[in-house]
C-alpha cells in the first residue's frame, strides 16, 4: 500500500511558475513508475508527465512540453512537477499516481494509487 499527498497548488498568473509536490509512504517507492494527470471542472482526467522507477525515463504530455518537468528523488521519496510558463488552461486538480511496476505509463487506468489532489488556478 502507498499513501500520497500532493502539495504546491495555488493560484498563479499566466507566465508565472509553480512547483508541485508528491510526497509517497512507504520504503517501497523505488520500485513504483509515477505519474501526474489533472482533471479540470467538466473535463475527463487527462494525462500530465510520467517518470519510471530511477527517473532516467520520462515524457510529458505535448500540450506540457517544453514547460513542465517532471522528476523524482527516491531518497527523499518524493515526486515532482515543475511548471513553468503557465497558462489559463493549465488550471486543474493535479494528481500523483503510481503503479506497481517500474515502466512509465499514460494511461490513468494502468495506476494503482492516487493521491487526493492539489488545485492549480492560472489568471489570465
Known amino acids: 500500500q502507498v499513501r500520497l499527498v500532493e502539495s504546491g497548488g495555488g493560484l498563479v498568473q499566466a507566465g508565472g511558475s509553480l512547483r508541485l509536490s508528491c510526497a509517497a509512504s512507504?520504503?517501497?517507492?523505488?520500485?513504483?513508475?509515477m505519474g501526474w494527470f489533472r482533471q479540470a471542472t467538466g473535463k475527463e482526467r487527462e494525462f500530465v508527465a510520467t517518470?519510471?522507477?530511477?527517473?532516467?525515463?520520462?515524457n510529458v504530455a505535448d500540450s506540457v512540453k517544453g514547460r513542465f518537468t517532471i522528476s523524482r528523488d527516491n531518497a527523499q521519496n518524493t515526486m515532482y512537477l515543475q511548471m513553468n510558463s503557465l497558462k489559463p488552461e493549465d488550471t486543474a486538480v493535479y494528481y500523483c499516481?503510481?503503479?506497481?511496476?517500474?515502466?512509465?505509463?499514460?494511461?490513468?487506468?494502468?495506476?494503482?494509487?492516487w493521491g487526493q489532489g492539489t488545485q492549480v488556478t492560472v489568471s489570465s
Open positions: 512507504g520504503r517501497t517507492f523505488s520500485s513504483y513508475a
Open positions: 499516481a503510481a503503479r506497481r511496476t517500474i515502466w512509465t505509463s499514460r494511461a490513468s487506468s494502468e495506476y494503482d494509487y
Open positions: 517518470i519510471n522507477w530511477n527517473g532516467d525515463t520520462s
